[in-house]
């Protein structure tokens, strides 16, 4: 296994952790220097905050632990395509790499409807790595929407 498919498979753990809290499976974690700095899964409904998504959940608390607002040189994991909210977030931390696994093909702000994370059109561009562990991270999904149909 290597080191990108552990970390996902953290972010996977905590997209399950959300899912029985009863939020949107989403799960993500803020790799720095080979650790995992800052952890997250969708919160939303419990937290009535609609900025509470897994990447600014898992942001937030690496920025904390590290003690700076910009995350030079760390890699966000996470099981779904950030919004554009949430690309524009990796942006603004300076976050060197992305990988995601399922695309969200109604709002996803990297690939399937904007490029936020690497435009051309704003300072700083994140390295993608799209579809890591994507067959788990769409069957969890998959799974929770059936589930509630």
């Known amino acids: ?76 994991y996470c099981t779904l395509e950030p919004c554009v909210m949430c690309a524009g977030a990796l942006v603004a931390a300076r976050i060197a790499r992305l990988a995601f696994g399922a695309r969200d093909l109604r709002f996803g702000g990297v690939r399937s409807k904007f490029q936020v994370a690497d435009s051309d059109l704003l300072n700083h561009r994140v390295e993608v790595l799209e579809g890591l562990l994507a067959v788990e991270c769409v069957g969890l999904l998959k799974e929770f929407f059936d589930e509630r149909r």
């Open 1 to 76: 296994m290597t080191a990108d498919e552990e970390f996902m498979r953290e972010a996977l753990r905590l997209a399950r952790a959300g899912a029985a809290a009863g939020e949107v499976p989403v799960g993500a974690v803020v790799v720095v220097d080979g650790e995992i700095a800052g952890r997250g899964w969708n919160s939303p409904i419990a937290t009535r905050d609609p900025t509470a998504h897994a990447e600014i959940l898992a942001i937030r608390q690496a920025a904390a632990r590290i003690g700076n607002y910009r995350l030079p040189g760390a890699t966000l």
